[in-house]
């Protein structure tokens, strides 16, 4: 008699893990086909747009409109994969919702390349190779359309994989996978290479540097004293008005650089003016919020919340300004190509609605499929709070702006990473206590050295993640090549046609 009551509840429970099987199917689908249909149709709205409004180029206008199509397809990609790095440190600081950084990030990324992206894409569109007379007009405008198609494949493929891969490793093996095969090695400016993976080595190690600094700075000054609130009282300001620094000498060297050329002497006055207008402004609002606030790290944590968006969002603008040479570089290269008398030897003009392509479709490419990654990047290489993100996206946004005004297109994925690990290996350091006897009442309580050896130390050490050393050696070795690879292919395939 007991036995149909209990078949009917299993029946019941079948059902309903059933229809929760399906609910689920049906929400992933639907997270799949939005994003991708969005996608699809401002693809097809930059394509309509460039293909109806270039009357000048004549019988040109198909390359370009199909190249503004592909460059719209690799920014979407950027902002899907690249931008995580960005604001990956305010989610992981549990300062920012995803919501809140997708925002930020859309408006200042848009800003950045708006505003500043210029000088980066002319590295990106004519400085890693150099086609003179050993290419045609056709071959150099198949060169960077292999060369942005199959980086923008690539970096979807690792975006689908959930591997934030470098886009600026992407682009250039691209350009210089599809000029190798246009034109042999002899194509390729090497000291411009030579340049640009010198600055691959050294941006990551500066971000760690740099963000070590910061936090050896705030540990020592804040965290490590007696009475925080005062010390927070004093130095909080002084982290403020650096930030505010930092921002307005990249302003005056490259934000503004399209209305306004100030000097070396201009650009000094005026960072130091909005280190003190930042720095006086901001000790009042500091002072009210530690009457509110206990003596505890973790209330002090929270006096860092306001500059930490602020970081944030100067990151953003930064990678705005870097990476949208990656997405529209190639394709202001074929735009500078088309119409009467344009060749290979034309000099590199920037369009406004070039730009524009760049600067939304990584905005769209964010908002649509980035969700995900920033909570990969914020969460699972190390355990970060408000101060330890802020050095993070400080000194992150430092690297990138100071290589921008070099016209280097850096990683920013390696500098993310670099500062990451920069902050997670400083708080090992500090914490090793192979620099001191061990706590009372640990069981290896002789020396040092016992404990260095004892399971307890080696779980103190683990501050990160060591796996995303060989995340990180995979980029660097596999992204070059691969895009490469797939840009020779393509090329090939380009002039097959």
Known sequence: MSSTPRKTENRYVNDLRRFSFVQSQTGLLKSVTVPLG?????????????????????????????????????????????????MGPAVGGRVLTVAGAILIAAVCESAGALLAGGDVV???????ISP?????????RDLMLAALFAAALWINLATILNAPVSTTHSIVGGVLGAGIAAAGFGLVNWTTMGAIAASWVISPVFGALCAAAILFVIKKKILFVEDR??????????????????????MAMKGLKKIWHPSLVEIVLYAVAAFLIAYFLSRPYIARRV??????????????????????????FAHGANDVANAVGPLAAIVSTAGEGAGIESKVTIPL???AIGAFGIAFGLGLFGPKLIAVVGEKITRLNSPR??????????????ATTLGLPVSSTHIAVGAVFGVGFLREFLENPNKRKVRPGHKLNETAEDAFNSKDY??????????????????WIVTVPASALLAAGVYALLRSL
Do not use: H
């Not at 002319?122 to 890693?128: E, F, L």
């Not at 003179?132 to 150099?140: A, L, N, Y």
């Not at 790290?297 to 953003?316: N, T």
């Open 291 to 316: 009457l509110s606030l206990t003596n505890s790290r973790k209330d002090v944590y929270r006096l860092f919340d306001v500059p930490l968006i602020a970081g944030a969002a100067l990151l953003s």
């Open 122 to 128: 002319k590295t990106v569109s004519k400085g890693i």
């Open 38 to 86: 969005l996608s699809v149709v401002f693809l097809a709205v930059v394509g309509i747009y460039v293909g109806s409004t270039q009357e000048s180029l004549g019988e040109d206008w198909l390359i370009v409109a199909i190249a503004a199509v592909v460059g719209g397809y690799m920014a979407l990609n950027i902002g899907a994969n690249d931008v995580a790095n960005n």
């Open 132 to 140: 003179g007379g050993s290419v045609t007009v056709g071959e150099f």
């Open 353 to 355: 609605w070039v730009m």
């Open 458 to 475: 080696r779980s103190v050490r683990r501050l990160v993640r060591r796996n995303f050393v060989l995340s990180i050696a995979a980029a």
């Open 229 to 250: 609130l005062s010390a927070a009282k004093t130095w909080v300001p002084v982290m403020i008005g650096l930030m505010a620094c930092a921002f307005a000498a990249y």
């Open 389 to 402: 993100s802020y050095c993070v996206a400080l000194s992150a946004a430092i690297t990138v702006l100071i």
